[in-house]
């Protein structure tokens, strides 16, 4: 068990999702990066959808109840300290140690989103088939809400490595090249109302530069900067139809909103453009102040960039390795090295 002692940030429990349900009005939910979820669970050797905790703005303190493995994926860092007051780093990209009563202390999360995976996964309900938090309607995760100080979260049995018939060894695994948070403009394909626009204002959504404003959640991300027209012979309303995250919907007063993995299913205003799947995990790491760009995309190039961000993940979670290398004793032991054995001094 692990119970949370502090916890000033937007802390949630999230796995993949929970996608089959839209057509009833359930979002999608789940991580707002897939991939570094998946990383954090890699690296203490947990199903790529066990449940972690996503950390926004500000990391929390916990404590183990019991030994256990926690890992860390994206632009966070922290210090461990045990009972009697020792401490040492517990960096990103890599998995860590907790002996029972350690205390685990996170920063700030400087790339606006990061994982806390523990080996085994958190326990909480399974709410249709998924176990993230949809905050606003109370749903999943830990009682359907952020975390707060006092909390105390189960953990599932660990699928870590056991040597021979002894106790479970935990094994520290780190991530020697992480992947870079890139700063090219992101990459959408036009519409699905692109004609309820100006030319202008289509034209600005890929020349002109948009500031993440105060008023970003995991629903969406309201813009700001040059007004996107709306075409006075349609309006700037439609018949509500479906949404996804990724669509970039704009209002009546033309700043576009992009919408995020917690988004309703369906939505009256114009959509303007779409980011395509491979860039959906960059605007999980906007923060308010951000500038943002946009570049249209074919749906052919679209294809291709989802083809190669699938493939460079798996190249990454490949080079996950042991984090030092040093012997490890009870492997030592319980192998059976010797061959045979000679008398050196016996001459022949």
Same mark, same amino acid.
């Given at each position: 068990?692990?119970?949370?002692?502090?916890?000033? $940030?937007?802390?949630?429990?999230?796995? /993949?999702?929970? @996608?089959? +349900?839209?057509?009833?009005?359930?979002?999608?939910?789940?991580?707002?990066?897939?991939?570094?979820l998946?990383?954090?669970?890699?690296?203490?050797?947990?199903r790529?959808?066990a449940a972690?905790?996503?950390?926004?703005?500000v $990391?929390? !303190?916990?404590?183990?109840?019991?030994? /256990? #493995?926690?890992?860390l994926?994206?632009?966070?860092?922290?210090?461990?300290?045990d009972a009697?007051?020792?401490?040492?780093?517990?960096?990103?990209?890599?998995? =860590?140690r907790?002996?029972?009563g350690?205390?685990l202390i996170?920063?700030?999360?400087r790339?606006?989103?990061a994982?806390?995976a523990?080996a085994?996964g958190?326990?909480?309900p399974?709410?249709?088939?998924?176990?993230?938090t949809y905050?606003?309607?109370?749903?999943?995760?830990?009682?359907?809400r952020?975390l707060?100080?006092?909390?105390? #979260?189960?953990? #599932? @049995?660990s699928?870590?490595?056991?040597?021979g018939?002894g106790e479970?060894?935990?094994?520290?695994?780190?991530? @020697?090249?992480? &992947?870079?948070?890139?700063?090219? %403009?992101?990459?959408?394909?036009? $519409? &699905?109302q692109?004609?309820?626009?100006?030319?202008?204002?289509?034209?600005?959504?890929?020349?002109?530069?948009?500031?993440?404003?105060p008023?970003?959640?995991?629903?969406?991300?309201r813009?700001?900067? &040059? !007004? #996107?027209? =709306?075409? &006075?012979?349609?309006?700037?309303?439609?018949?509500?139809?479906?949404?996804? %995250?990724? /669509?970039?919907?704009?209002?009546?007063?033309?700043n576009?909103?992009?919408?995020?993995?917690?988004?309703?299913?369906?939505?009256?205003?114009?959509?303007?453009?779409?980011?395509?799947?491979a860039?959906?995990?960059?605007?999980?790491?906007?923060?308010?102040g951000?500038?943002?760009?946009?570049?249209?995309?074919?749906?052919?190039e679209?294809?291709?960039?989802?083809?190669?961000?699938t493939k460079?993940?798996?190249?990454?979670?490949?080079?996950i390795?042991?984090?030092?290398?040093? +012997?490890?004793?009870?492997a030592l032991?319980?192998?059976?090295?010797?061959?045979?054995?000679?008398?050196?001094?016996?001459?022949?």
């Amino acid at each position: 068990m692990i119970e949370i002692l502090a916890c000033n $940030g937007a802390a949630t429990v999230q796995d /993949t999702g929970r @996608p089959g +349900f839209r057509h009833l009005g359930v979002p999608l939910s789940g991580a707002l990066d897939g991939g570094l979820l998946h990383i954090a669970n890699a690296l203490v050797s947990n199903r790529p959808d066990a449940a972690a905790i996503e950390l926004r703005l500000v $990391g929390p !303190r916990l404590r183990a109840e019991a030994a /256990t #493995l926690i890992s860390l994926a994206g632009a966070v860092d922290g210090r461990i300290e045990d009972a009697h007051g020792n401490s040492r780093v517990a960096r990103a990209w890599a998995s =860590h140690r907790l002996g029972a009563g350690d205390t685990l202390i996170l920063g700030a999360i400087r790339s606006g989103v990061a994982y806390l995976a523990i080996a085994g996964g958190i326990d909480v309900p399974r709410v249709l088939g998924s176990r993230s938090t949809y905050t606003r309607a109370q749903l999943g995760g830990f009682k359907g809400r952020q975390l707060a100080a006092g909390d105390r #979260l189960d953990v #599932l @049995p660990s699928a870590s490595q056991k040597i021979g018939d002894g106790e479970t060894v935990a094994i520290e695994l780190q991530l @020697p090249n992480p &992947p870079l948070f890139g700063a090219s %403009p992101l990459r959408v394909l036009a $519409g &699905p109302q692109q004609e309820y626009f100006t030319a202008q204002a289509r034209a600005r959504l890929v020349e002109d530069e948009f500031i993440v404003s105060p008023q970003a959640d995991r629903m969406g991300l309201r813009l700001a900067g &040059p !007004r #996107l027209e =709306h075409d &006075p012979r349609y309006g700037a309303d439609i018949v509500s139809d479906g949404v996804t %995250p990724g /669509t970039i919907q704009v209002p009546a007063d033309g700043n576009p909103i992009v919408l995020l993995a917690d988004c309703q299913t369906i939505g009256g205003y114009p959509k303007i453009a779409t980011v395509i799947s491979a860039d959906l995990p960059r605007l999980g790491h906007a923060l308010p102040g951000q500038k943002l760009r946009f570049a249209e995309v074919s749906i052919e190039e679209a294809q291709a960039a989802r083809r190669q961000a699938t493939k460079a993940l798996t190249e990454t979670l490949a080079s996950i390795c042991p984090t030092n290398a040093e +012997f490890n004793l009870d492997a030592l032991y319980t192998a059976n090295l010797i061959d045979g054995v000679i008398d050196a001094q016996q001459k022949n």
